[in-house]
């Protein structure tokens, strides 16, 4: 796009709107294809490249996949006593979003910014806030209370918990309560639901039931495509790579060999995947895996099970590790932290505790961006009139100072922002944008500026840029700067 841009002088700009809309539709279309920066980093500098595998190589079919979670998760509940009538629900892919906050107590999704003023609130399907949270904020870090679906895994229990308080709201043989629902003398509080919720999770992960439903019919569940191994030859050419997934052998075995299996004479010569990787680690029970992690076992790739004690040899190229942590994953590669570049979906496992703890460079990969730049694009206006409207209120409060008697009635002005932001929201979905709500930056997005370096729609997208590239991150400046860079600059704030 940009090369196109260069061709073209203003004078023809000028003259043809028509290139100007072409110019625009392309640079739309480039976006889901770029690496944005937080953090400036240089490629070149990077030794070793770490990889997660669900959500990050293998790239699960949305809503198919989050469906069948939905409907495991729910049959699970239906088959240890829950209501048969909670059948009737099936999933909606408009409705959750990564990053909201369940409130074990009420029974609330929340979605909240970095500091816990509640931005979005609903009990079921209904928004409710000043009833439950007259203040609209939340103590975050009350984590027995609160608890973030930071994961894409938790999509499916996110739309559970919003069935569960709809159906037990509307249902006549319940009596609704502030803590649950009382049925005669049985009281199911929000707190049990949400533990039966995490237990049938945790169900669906320990019996492998959702991992075989997947392996059963992979063409409908995982995206095979041709251009990974394109990747991981180029990465293995200039750096060493790893794999570090809390995934077991087996199941990572079948969905690698899926991703990296492709006919002979195809443009990607066929070889065994563990091919690929310098280190393959399964099980690796992240984020403890950043900390003290667990002992390091061989797997035993004939029949996937681990060999007994715990390995203290050097690498061996071609055997599957089981455990260990990110020091140990330093030592066999003879790396530091800050020569690796991790590349997750994990807000908090993934990306949050590498970057602490470790020091790694980061990469997180946000599938959802795809669609939060096109909306972004489409309803570009609204954002501008939110920016209008802000500045308009900084003019009434420019001249005011202590001496000022009268108040500026901004009523008018926070009703349109209320509503401009609400029309926004509506766009992404009905919990509104990953990101923002607004010009509100929610956690989710919060995390995300704080923590890694680069992100992007896809690790696939680092084929767009040479292994020299400097991703440069923009110049911010400090509140104070910035007001003296507008002064200095003429520029009415």
Known sequence: CLAIIKALDIDSLNRSPKIIIIIFFLILISFPN??????????????????????????????????????????????????????GYTYDPTFPTRGLVYDTTYGNL?????????????????????????????????????????????????????????????????????????????????????????????????????????????????????????????????????????????????????????????????????????????????????????????????????????????????????????????????????????????IFGDILKSKKRQGWKTFLVVPELVKELHVWADKASMFEELKHLDIFLAELYQHLDIGSQECPDISAIQNRIKMVTYGMDLCYGKMGSLLRCGSTKTLFASQLLRYADIYSTSCLNLLNYPFSYLFRAPLVLMAELSEHMLKTTNIKV
């Not at 980093?41 to 979670?69: Q, R």
């Not at 984590?143 to 569960?164: G, I, M």
């Not at 251009?227 to 995934?247: D, W």
């Open 110 to 346: 929340l979605k909240i910014d970095s500091n816990g003023n509640i931005l979005v609130c609903t009990h079921g399907f209904d928004g409710q806030v000043d009833e439950y949270y007259p203040n609209k904020f939340i103590q975050r870090d009350d984590t027995d209370r609160f608890y973030v679906l930071n994961t894409l895994f938790n999509l499916s229990e996110t739309y559970l918990y919003v069935c569960l308080v709809d159906f037990f709201t509307k249902n006549t043989r319940y009596k609704n309560c502030q803590k649950g629902f009382k049925h005669g003398d049985l009281l199911m509080s929000h707190r049990s639901m949400f533990q039966d919720v995490r237990d049938a999770m945790d169900h669906l992960h320990d019996t492998g039931t959702l991992k075989e439903r997947t392996l059963k019919n992979l063409d409908k569940y995982v995206i095979k495509d041709p251009r990974l191994p394109v990747l991981l030859i180029r990465i293995k050419e200039v750096a060493k790579m790893f794999l570090a997934t809390n995934s077991d052998f087996n199941y990572t075995e079948a969905i690698m060999k899926y991703l990296l299996d492709f006919p002979t004479g195809s443009k990607n010569p066929k070889k065994p995947w563990r091919s690929y990787f310098d280190l393959v680690v399964v099980d690796t029970r992240k984020p403890m895996f950043f900390a003290g992690g667990t002992v390091l076992r061989q797997v035993d790739t004939d029949t996937g099970k681990l060999r007994i004690g715990t390995y203290t040899g050097e690498l061996q190229h071609g055997t599957v590790y089981s455990g260990g942590s990110s020091d140990i994953v330093c030592d066999l590669l003879d790396v530091r932290g800050k020569d690796i570049l991790y590349v997750g979906d994990h």
């Open 34 to 87: 770029l690496v944005f920066v937080n953090r400036s980093l240089t490629l070149e500098n990077i030794k070793c490249y770490g990889f997660d595998m669900d959500y990050t190589l293998a790239v699960y079919k949305s809503p198919e996949y989050e469906s069948l979670g939905f409907e495991l998760l729910r049959d699970r509940l239906v088959s240890i006593g829950y209501p048969h009538e909670l059948l």
